[in-house]
């Protein structure tokens, strides 16, 4: 979607299907047309062999909430008429994180069309223990403070669990697309959150962002991506194989880079879909649990596990090798000059990541190949990401070079993925 077609107004909920996108719609609205439309919903209706002859999909759309009663009172009604007015079969469920604020029984009396999961409070991580017992190929996965537009869920599922073409000068065959992301904006509509995640050394660590430079320009431009965030896509019996999200990040952050890299690692993709499009709250409920600066610690504490569990390349190593110990100077030098409550920030991540890492009781580690380790972070560079959106526009989608998704089981759904040149960028 261009990026001036984009409606304006922080009040939105859904918005019509594009070319072009009009204004959001009001939020009274789309309450009363999903009621009205999801009034003989059936979560457990079933999906037979002629709805899969049509093209149609199983998809399951799941919001993970925790004390969030208002958040889905907010975002909620717009999940379920993007889920309506899809040509797929989607069944809107909520997984409730054993929240205390009554979302559950808030959710039985307001949408009792939308079944609830009871789970413990593991994070991300309850995911791992619904995606099994469920049915169907797709799973599009929410945050409590995510609002779809009214044509969302088809250009996010149509890539999932199709056969993608290997970039030029990567080995023969094909691969599963496991995984796809949404381009995404804030509540606003105008601030880009991503997410065409890139991936980048700063001083030994690993930095995934969204708002890397230049994200603005490569945000219309389908492409691969290195992660997600509050909302994506999956394969799900791939979700389940690769074995979900990691709990060893509880609370959170990070776990979602570790899914995408151990997908990536074990011959997999996950691509960025432009054409579908959500609208983010941001730290909606961690923001309220840890404020700014726990929220930075835990991603802090979270990017050394996802190191010390996955990175093996020896240019990796030499990189925490050098990084670590100038960040460790940088906390001395910093300490008598800042609030005790920012003092040592590197040193107490680590002490409380070397504790997490003491007390897992399993590991969900990537395969082990560190020339595709390597090759991970060459591709997402954020100068390959924007080389690739320059390419893909000079070369105007030319057909002889742009790798295609073929959706499978679906009649005449053959998209774009991405026009990618052979990346030579070295790892940074």
């Not at 709805?51 to 993970?64: E, K, Q, S």
């Not at 409070?121 to 996965?141: C, F, I, K, M, Q």
């Not at 995984?179 to 030994?204: H, I, N």
């Not at 962002?209 to 994506?232: I, K, M, N, Q």
Request: charged share 20%; proline share 7%; with cysteine.
């Amino acid at each position: 979607m261009p990026l001036d077609m984009r409606p304006d107004g922080p009040q939105a909920v859904g918005i019509q299907p594009a070319p072009p996108r009009p204004d959001f719609v009001d939020i009274g609205f789309i309450g009363s047309w999903a009621h009205a439309t999801l009034g003989s919903f059936n979560s457990h209706a079933s999906f037979d062999t002629a709805d899969a002859a049509a093209g149609l999909m199983l998809v399951h759309v799941l919001v993970l909430n925790y004390n969030g009663r208002r958040l889905l009172a907010e975002c909620l009604p717009s999940v379920l008429a993007a889920a309506a007015a899809s040509r797929h079969d989607c069944r809107v469920a909520v997984l409730d994180n054993d929240s205390s604020d009554g979302s559950a029984s808030w959710l039985r009396q307001t949408f009792p069309e939308v079944e609830i999961f009871a789970c413990r409070n593991e994070g991300l991580a309850s995911y791992n223990r619904v995606l099994p017992r469920l049915d169907g190929t797709v799973a599009l996965l929410l945050n409590n403070d995510i609002k779809l537009s009214l044509d969302d869920v088809q250009p996010a599922v149509n890539p999932i669990d199709a056969l993608v073409q290997p970039l030029l000068g990567e080995r023969a065959g094909r691969q599963h697309c496991f995984m796809s992301a949404p381009c995404c904006y804030q509540f606003d509509a105008a601030t880009l959150e991503g997410f065409k995640t890139a991936v980048q050394w700063r001083y030994g660590l690993v930095q995934a962002t969204g708002r890397f430079a230049g994200a603005e320009a490569c945000a219309t431009v389908p492409d691969w991506t290195a992660s997600a965030g509050a909302a994506l896509a999956v394969q799900r019996e791939l979700f389940v194989a690769l074995g979900g999200f990691d709990p060893l990040y509880f609370p959170g952050r990070i776990e979602d880079l570790d899914f995408a890299f151990r997908g990536y690692m074990a011959g997999h993709h996950a691509v960025y879909v432009p054409d579908s499009v959500v609208y983010h709250r941001g730290a909606a409920t961690f923001g309220r649990a840890f404020g700014a600066a726990g929220n930075d610690h835990l991603a802090l504490r979270n990017t050394l596990l996802f190191q010390w569990k996955n990175l093996r390349h020896p240019r990796h190593l030499v990189r925490m090798a050098l990084g670590w110990p100038l960040r460790l100077a940088v906390d001395l030098l910093q300490a008598p000059l800042v609030p005790s409550g920012a003092r040592l920030r590197f040193a107490r991540a680590c002490w409380q990541a070397a504790g997490c890492w003491r007390r897992r009781s399993t590991t969900l580690a990537a395969r082990r190949n560190p020339s595709a380790e390597r090759t991970y972070f060459a591709r997402f560079h954020p100068r390959a990401v924007r080389r690739r959106a320059t390419w893909y526009r000079l070369s105007e989608r030319a057909e002889t070079t742009t790798p295609r998704v073929v959706v499978c089981g679906a009649q005449s759904d053959t998209a774009t993925v991405t026009p990618t040149p052979v990346e030579t960028v070295p790892s940074q």
